[in-house]
């Protein structure tokens, strides 16, 4: 499996931006499809974003559509996640995970990833 280690989180005030970065290694990039989740304190881990192994194809979970935005860079190995406008309620630990494959499945949520990474903690303050 690729191993995914994400940077970028921190603490950011009500209305702010922030970008995550996902370094991926170990495996050829380019086969897998990215992906973002979340979870916060009792909650179940949300799906936020996700994109096709080449870029051309992305999806978005309800609660972040309009705000982030998530792109990639193959040469990079990189996968980012863009926010903007960011809420309190954003406040969480993020997750980069994959999805080894390049036959375009549309991607609905956390049990549709086969590896994740460590997390970066987000704080959004009021």
Do not use: H
Not at 16 to 39: E, K
Not at 98 to 123: E, K
């Amino acid at each position: 499996q690729v191993q995914l280690v994400e940077s970028g989180g921190g603490l950011v005030q009500a209305g702010g931006s922030l970008r995550l970065s996902c370094a991926a290694s170990g495996r050829t990039f380019s086969n897998y499809a990215m992906g973002w989740c979340r979870q916060a304190p009792g909650k179940e881990r949300e799906f936020l974003a996700a994109i096709n192994w080449s870029g051309g194809t992305t999806y978005y979970g309800d609660s972040v559509k309009g705000r982030f935005t998530i792109s990639r860079d193959n040469a990079k190995n990189t996968v980012y996640l863009e926010m903007n406008s960011l809420k309190p309620e954003d406040t969480a630990v993020y997750y980069c995970a994959s999805r080894l494959d390049r036959s375009n499945y549309r991607i609905n949520g956390p049990a549709d990833f086969g590896s994740w990474g460590q997390g970066t903690q987000v704080t959004v303050s009021s």
